[in-house]
């Protein structure tokens, strides 16, 4: 409750299971805070997602984290993710997640695996800000230079909006 410090045994019992996802829900006023020992000092996550398979995924300065609801896990470029820096989080409909990075391109995971994909695979530029998917089910990135990328089965298509001048670089 506001004004209180949380005790240890309220932090970890903070995340429980039901029904294959993490119960994340807070009281009126309350708040949690979940440390992972593998983060770095100075860490910031830029976005949190949960999956439909009830796991969290936080995109931060110095890797992607998995958190099941009792640890987190990290991964890196060391794991073969494009890039440590990452800004965007989306689950598609076949339920594969999708990171941005910060300049490396957008990364796809799939079973415990990694597909980076960059300006060889056709997106336009590889500053990631925004992945989402349409109703069709596309994919689509947002990335630098006002570039919207949309897979198409295995490769990008890059395009550019014809935006005013005065909102172009």
Same mark, same amino acid.
């Given at each position: 409750?506001?004004?209180?410090?949380?005790?240890?045994?309220?932090?970890?019992?903070?995340?429980?299971?039901?029904?294959?996802?993490?119960?994340?829900?807070?009281?009126?006023?309350?708040?949690?805070? $979940?440390?992972? &020992?593998?983060?770095?000092?100075? /860490?910031?996550?830029?976005?949190?997602?949960?999956?439909? *398979? +009830?796991?969290? #995924?936080?995109?931060?300065?110095?890797g992607l984290f998995e958190?099941?609801?009792?640890?987190?896990?990290? $991964?890196?470029? &060391?794991?073969?993710?494009?890039? /440590?820096?990452?800004?965007?989080?989306?689950?598609?409909? *076949? +339920?594969?997640? #999708?990171?941005?990075?910060?300049?490396?391109?957008?990364?796809?995971?799939?079973?415990?695996?990694?597909?980076?994909?960059?300006?060889?695979?056709?997106?336009?530029?590889?500053?990631?800000?925004?992945?989402?998917?349409?109703?069709?089910?596309?994919?689509?990135?947002?990335?630098?230079?006002?570039?919207?990328?949309?897979?198409?089965?295995?490769?990008?298509?890059?395009?550019?909006?014809?935006?005013?001048?005065?909102?172009?670089?």
């Amino acid at each position: 409750a506001r004004g209180q410090s949380l005790d240890a045994a309220r932090v970890r019992a903070g995340a429980r299971r039901l029904e294959r996802r993490l119960e994340l829900s807070l009281a009126p006023g309350e708040a949690r805070l $979940y440390l992972a &020992a593998a983060s770095e000092p100075g /860490d910031t996550g830029h976005v949190m997602r949960q999956t439909s *398979d +009830g796991r969290m #995924w936080v995109a931060t300065e110095t890797g992607l984290f998995e958190f099941d609801g009792v640890a987190y896990t990290r $991964y890196t470029s &060391a794991h073969g993710l494009s890039d /440590d820096v990452f800004v965007a989080i989306t689950e598609d409909h *076949d +339920g594969n997640l #999708w990171v941005g990075s910060f300049s490396r391109g957008a990364n796809k995971i799939i079973r415990r695996g990694f597909i980076s994909f960059n300006t060889a695979d056709g997106l336009g530029h590889t500053r990631i800000l925004k992945i989402s998917e349409d109703a069709a089910g596309a994919v689509r990135v947002m990335s630098g230079a006002w570039l919207i990328n949309r897979l198409d089965g295995e490769r990008f298509t890059s395009v550019r909006p014809n935006l005013p001048a005065s909102l172009t670089p």
